[in-house]
């Protein structure tokens, strides 16, 4: 049995109003065998994509290697754009050594909900994926429950958006603060099939034939990224 833990601790400042939440970066990162082009930092795989489609959106030239320089390149985005990352997995085991979400168990999950009430500025969690078994929304919406916070639905529209009103304490006096829930169709390739299904997909290939997966993505992230 694996033991897979994330090896990133959540990267979030004092003025972060943006958090992307995922899962787990595959077990080479918690292993330290890092390929050629990967970058020893959160959405590091090269096949991830995230950081292409960033790349892509704000025409960054980003490095993609194991250098420090491509690690900074991506921290300085990040703080410019008062984004921040906390992936909500901390630890799981696996049988396999692989990526898959589905191939985790035994899965301890970081606290979320503590982190939003230790970062104020934060309005926004952009789930990288969807609702789907051992997804980040599929695993917020657990741990939510504890707080017995509900999801409200804003649009079931991909990529679907939801809100919810943060938990006070009794002794605090603040003002309802309301969290923003964007779920971002995921940069793996097992994700390529849904989106070729999905009417706007279809649509926009019928209208131009180089029109792809990638695209279809950095046209959704690029309203939120």
Known sequence: MFKHKHPYQPFIKSDTTKLIVGTLPPPRFSTGELLEKDVDFCYGSY????????????NLGLRYDNSQYAIDERKDFLIKHKIGVCDIVGSAERKKIDASDLGMNNIKLRNVIGYLKEYPNIDTLLFIGGNSKNGPEYFFRKHIKDYKIKLEVVSNVVPRIHQFVMPTE????????????????SGSGAANISISRLPLYKQLKASNSDFNTFDFRVMQYREFL
């Open 170 to 185: 009794k002794h605090e006096s603040q003002t309802e603060r309301m969290i923003r829930t964007v779920s971002l169709t």
């Open 47 to 58: 096949y991830n994509s995230l950081w292409l489609f960033i790349d892509k959106i704000h």
